[in-house]
C-alpha cells in the first residue's frame, strides 16, 4: 500500500509553467510504474507521462516537448515540470503508481486551469 498526495496545480496564463508533484508515503525505489494522468471536463482519463523502471519517460505527444517527468528517491516524490502551458492542457492531474504484486495507486489529483 502507499499513500499518494498530489501538490502543485493552480490557474496559470498560457504559455506558463507549473511545477506539479506526488509525494509517496513510502520509498519509491520499487515501483514498476510511475506517471501522471489527467481527466478534462466531459473526457477520459489519459495519459500525460510515465516511467517504467529501468526506462526513459514517456510522453504523450500532446505534451512531447513541454512536460518532464522526473523522480527523487531521496524525497520519495515524482513531480512533473509543465511548460509553454496551453488553454487545453486543462484537467485533473491525477498521480499513479503500479507495484509489482498488482497494485495500482491513485492520489486525490489536483486542478490544473491554463487561461487564454
Known amino acids: 500500500q502507499v499513500q499518494l498526495v498530489e501538490s502543485g496545480g493552480g490557474l496559470v496564463q498560457a504559455g506558463g509553467s507549473l511545477r506539479l508533484s506526488c509525494a509517496a508515503s513510502?520509498?519509491?525505489?520499487?515501483?514498476?510504474?510511475m506517471g501522471w494522468y489527467r481527466q478534462a471536463p466531459g473526457k477520459q482519463r489519459e495519459l500525460v507521462a510515465t516511467?517504467?523502471?529501468?526506462?526513459?519517460?514517456n510522453y504523450a505527444d500532446s505534451v512531447k516537448g513541454r512536460f518532464t517527468l522526473s523522480r527523487d528517491n531521496a524525497k520519495n516524490t515524482v513531480s512533473l515540470q509543465m511548460n509553454s502551458l496551453k488553454p487545453e492542457d486543462t484537467a485533473v492531474y491525477y498521480c499513479?503508481?503500479?507495484?509489482?504484486?498488482?497494485?495500482?495507486?491513485w492520489g486525490q489529483g489536483t486542478q490544473v486551469t491554463v487561461s487564454s
Open positions: 499513479n503508481f503500479g507495484d509489482y504484486n498488482g497494485g495500482n495507486y
Open positions: 516511467l517504467r523502471s529501468g526506462a526513459s519517460a
Open positions: 513510502r520509498s519509491i525505489f520499487n515501483f514498476r510504474v
